[in-house]
């Protein structure tokens, strides 16, 4: 059995987020203790709230050194939400800030006349995706003002074996990432936890992965 840390850093939501990997299978703890998180099977990085604030409260925690050597070994890190957002260079929501530079690029508003986004959407997944592994035409729960809008493999100057493969998802004129995998690092801006049977077998699938 898989054990995940769910990284307890002051988000919210994640009661939902542990009861859904409970029921794929996971063991899960909700903790930010710094052995825990280097020593789980698998790191999940929830994330709700302004940008800012979430990278202020992950620093507060130590998060940016952990998720640093847990990928340096190659063990798993998923982020959702903000929690993907901050694996990017930097943000636009109110002011720019910093992310954790994972992958490059910017966080943006999304160019619609209605935001948030809020609602279900199709994610269109990139080929050969493992995530989306049986769930490839299926809707996804979104809650989000902003997203990354460029394709991290593209941005990246190809010194990567692997370049990250990106799923996508359109609201108004914005076609914005929706999910990234990237050998040990992955994240969804959707809330798989909220996505009903599609989000499980999502969550399935990162779990089988580890």
Known sequence: MARIVVLDYGSGNVRSACRALERVGARVELTADA????????????GVGAFAAVMAQLRAVDAPRLIDRRLAGGRPVMGVCVGLQVMFERSAEKGEHEGLGQWPGRVLLLDAPVVPHMGWSRVEAGEGSVLFRGVEDQR????????AVDDPAA?????R????????????????VAAVENGPLC???????????????LLENWIASL
Do not use: I, N
């Open 161 to 176: 074996t692997t370049p990250p493969l990106t799923s996508w998802a359109v609201h108004g004129a914005s076609r914005f």
């Open 140 to 147: 996804f729960y979104f809650v989000h003002s902003y997203a």
């Open 35 to 46: 052995d825990a998180v280097l020593g789980a099977d698998g790191l999940f990085v929830p």
């Open 155 to 159: 941005l990246l100057d190809g010194g």
């Open 187 to 201: 994240g969804t801006q959707f809330h798989p936890e909220k996505s009903g049977d599609a989000g499980l077998t």
